[in-house]
C-alpha cells in the first residue's frame, strides 16, 4: 500500500470560545485568558477534564511581529525548565481586537508567570488587567501537522481527537456559525466541535477542523458531505 500522505504546513484556525480571566499564577496587572469550553460543539461523556491550564492566551500590549513571537519562543523553550508550545494570533471582542501569545501544554499554573516573565524578558510587554468573561472570535496563526486518512479526510499527527477535511472555499464566520448548529441539530448521535482552518500549502486549502472522539471515517465523510450542501447552497439556511 502507498504510504500515507502527511502534511506539515502553517496556516491560521478561526474559532469561537467564552474567554474568561486567569486570576491567579500571573504577573501582577496583567491580563492572562483561558477558555471557559474549549470545545463548545462537544457534547461527548468522554470529554478530557482539565485540572491543568493547557491552553492560555497571554494578551499583548499590541500587535508583535509573528514570526518575532515565534523566535522569542524557540530561545525560551531552551532554558525554560515546563513544556510549552507557542503560536500567535487574535481575537475580537465587543467589536474590539485583542492580540495574544497562545501557549499550550502548559502542565501547571505556576508556569505561568514564569512564561510571561521569560517573555517580557525578551521585550514582550503584556495588555493591564481587565475583566473578560465573553464569545470571542479567535483567529490563531500554528503549524499544522497531519495525515490523510480518507478521500478529503485528514488526522491531526499529535491529537488523536482531532480532524480536519477540505471545503471549497472560506464561508464567512456567521454563515459557518449558523451551517455548524444546522448540521449538529440533524445527524442524530453525533457530537463534534467544528472551526474553520486555511492551510498554506503551494495554494490555499479550506478546511473545516474538527474535534471529535467518538466518529468513524465513514461518519466524518458522512459530516463532510453535510458542509459541502449546506456551504454551496446558502439559501438553504435563510
Known amino acids: 500500500m502507498p504510504e500515507a500522505e502527511i ?8 474559532k469561537e470560545e467564552t474567554l474568561i ?47 518575532d513571537i515565534l523566535r522569542k519562543a524557540k ?17 475580537i471582542l465587543y467589536n474590539k481586537t485583542y492580540y495574544f501569545i497562545r501557549a499550550r501544554d ?9 512564561l510571561q516573565e521569560a517573555f517580557a524578558g525578551e521585550g514582550i510587554k503584556f495588555m493591564k488587567k481587565k475583566k473578560i468573561n465573553g464569545e470571542a472570535l479567535i483567529m490563531i496563526q500554528k503549524f499544522f501537522s497531519f ?12 491529537r488523536s481527537d482531532m480532524y480536519y477535511f477540505e471545503i471549497p472555499e472560506k464561508p464567512e464566520w456567521q454563515f459557518f456559525k449558523k451551517t455548524t448548529f444546522y448540521i449538529r441539530g440533524n445527524v442524530d448521535s453525533y457530537s463534534f ?5 486555511t492551510v498554506c500549502l503551494e495554494d490555499i486549502m479550506d ?20 458542509y459541502l450542501y449546506e456551504l454551496t447552497h446558502p439559501d438553504h439556511l435563510k
Do not use: W
Open 193 to 197: 466541535d467544528a472551526a474553520l482552518a
Open 7 to 14: 502534511i506539515k504546513a502553517t496556516g491560521t484556525i478561526t
Open 147 to 158: 495525515q490523510k486518512i480518507d478521500e478529503h479526510i485528514y488526522k491531526d499527527l499529535y
Open 21 to 67: 480571566n486567569i486570576e491567579h499564577c500571573i504577573m501582577p496587572n496583567t491580563l492572562v485568558l483561558e477558555s471557559s469550553f474549549p470545545f463548545p460543539g462537544y457534547h461527548g461523556s468522554n470529554l478530557p477534564e482539565r485540572p491543568l491550564p493547557n491552553t492560555i492566551y497571554l494578551v499583548t500590549d499590541t500587535k508583535y511581529d509573528g514570526e
Open 207 to 226: 478546511m473545516v477542523r474538527i474535534y471529535a472522539r467518538d466518529l468513524s471515517i465513514d461518519q466524518l465523510q458522512y459530516v463532510r458531505g453535510k
Open 75 to 91: 530561545k525560551i523553550k531552551k532554558v525554560f525548565p515546563e513544556n510549552f508550545d507557542a503560536s500567535f494570533g487574535k481575537f
Open 106 to 114: 502548559i502542565n501547571c499554573f505556576g508556569c505561568i508567570a514564569r
